[in-house]
């Protein structure tokens, strides 16, 4: 039998991390010649995954720059994957979430025809600007896509609801369950924990940079976490691997420089961040990946946003939307802080998201596709030119 020739496509941390368990276990697979290309819409904070996974990119298209605009991404992704995509014919691309780079790479594999599989298809808010981009870009991804890699019901059921065939959408669990069977490890250590002593104190791991919450409700739900870090200075510290964008740094630096229990550090390497979470007495967040991590670790979340498309973890008791009100965030910090029965409700594990057998299930599919004869790339492109 041919191999599957595919194309795994990505630009960003929490794409990398979803999708290397596919790399990774195609590349042991007799069944597929998997190619893996990245846009680089980050650069640092994508290259500690892949370092981490030890993959090497068979295309880097190295687009990032400082403070970059969506429209500076999306064309340049749309000019250098066509180049891809040309050269490669691949007989089939996964993409994975709602980035920018999702939904460019999506684009161009339509231009070219190319069957496109999203991975973690389906999510919605159906709110254009929560989460800004990120809505649209999984709504046109999901438009443009053939194969939808869904990672629970309510993914179909979104799918469903917008007329997509039942039979193109597949559940699938999500890979970041898969990710972290390689990165939780039972005697971990960081130099990090010795200098805040979770043991002893209560230690609070805070991530933030949502375009949309950019500006005024950052600095608020910073200004939150500050004063509950100084009133409550001997029993808590908190450690913030701050986000590479300029606007969430200058942010951070303004709001902590001064207070001694927050510890603002670089974006930790991605077992690092998972075993610190899974120690961590609570965690607060507007990160999409982290709110599906943390319901297998059992740690409580409360979400820096007003709505979610990940609504199984809020179900599961795990997370809650707090938004981002300076008042109601505090509250809901001391809540946890001081009432031991609220923090014992959420914090039970529970895993709403699979078994870690996700990326092996998505190869399992595209085999059958591809057995049925429904991957191979079309060569009858309606050309304009030549
Ligand atoms: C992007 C995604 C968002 C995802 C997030 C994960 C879009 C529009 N946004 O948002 O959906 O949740 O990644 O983190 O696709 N930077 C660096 N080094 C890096 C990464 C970023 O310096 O390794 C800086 C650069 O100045 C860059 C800026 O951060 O211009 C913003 O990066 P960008 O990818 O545009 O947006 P994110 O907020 O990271
Ligand atoms: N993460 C990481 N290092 C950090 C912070 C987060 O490896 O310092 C991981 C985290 O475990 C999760 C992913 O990055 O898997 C989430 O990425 P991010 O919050 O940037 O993006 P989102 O999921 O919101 O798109």
Do not use: C
């Amino acid at each position: 039998m041919d191999k599957i020739k595919v194309i795994i496509a990505f630009g960003t941390r929490p794409e990398a991390i979803k999708m290397l368990p596919i790399v990774k276990k195609m590349d042991e697979s007799e069944a597929f010649h998997p190619i893996t290309v990245v846009t680089a819409q980050h650069r640092e904070m994508l290259d500690q995954v892949l370092d981490y996974f030890k993959v090497k990119p068979d295309y880097d298209l190295n687009i990032m720059r400082k403070q970059q605009t969506l429209t500076q991404i999306t064309s340049r992704i749309l000019e250098e994957m066509e180049e891809v995509l040309i050269s490669e014919r691949p007989d089939v691309i996964l993409v994975h979430g709602d980035t920018t780079t999702t939904a460019a790479v999506s684009l161009a594999a339509f231009y070219q025809q190319i069957t496109i599989g999203h991975v973690e298809a389906g999510l919605r808010t159906w709110n254009k600007y929560s989460p800004f981009p990120e809505e649209m870009n999984r709504q046109l991804t999901d438009v443009l896509s053939d194969l939808y890699f869904v990672p629970t019901r309510s993914g179909k059921k979104n799918l469903l609801l917008e007329n997509h065939k039942e039979n193109k959408i597949f559940i699938t669990g999500n890979t970041v369950i898969d990710a972290l069977q390689y990165t939780l490890k039972e005697n971990y250590h960081h130099p990090i924990l010795d200098e805040v002593n979770p043991k002893h104190k209560k230690m609070i791991l805070l991530t933030m940079h949502r375009r949309e919450n950019q500006g005024q409700p950052m600095l608020e739900v910073f200004e939150a976490v500050r004063n509950i870090a100084i009133e409550y200075k001997d029993e808590v510290e908190i450690i913030f691997p701050v986000h590479l964008n300029p606007l969430v740094q200058r942010a951070a630096m303004e709001k902590f420089a001064q207070v001694t229990n927050v510890h603002l550090i670089t974006p930790l390497e991605v077992a690092d961040f998972h075993n610190i979470a899974s120690k961590s007495y609570l965690i607060l967040t507007d990160s999409g990946g982290i709110q599906e991590e943390a319901p297998s670790l059992g740690v409580p979340v409360l979400v820096l946003r007003n709505e979610t498309e990940r609504p199984e973890g809020v179900t599961a008791g795990t997370l809650k939307l707090v938004g981002t009100k300076k008042e109601v965030i505090e509250k809901a910090m001391k809540k946890l802080l001081d009432n031991e029965e609220a923090y014992k409700a959420m914090s039970q594990a529970s895993n709403p998201y699979g078994d870690g057998k996700s990326s092996e299930r998505i190869m399992k599919i595209l085999i059958q596709q591809f057995a049925e004869g429904k991957l191979r790339a079309t060569d009858n492109l309606f050309r304009t030119t030549e």
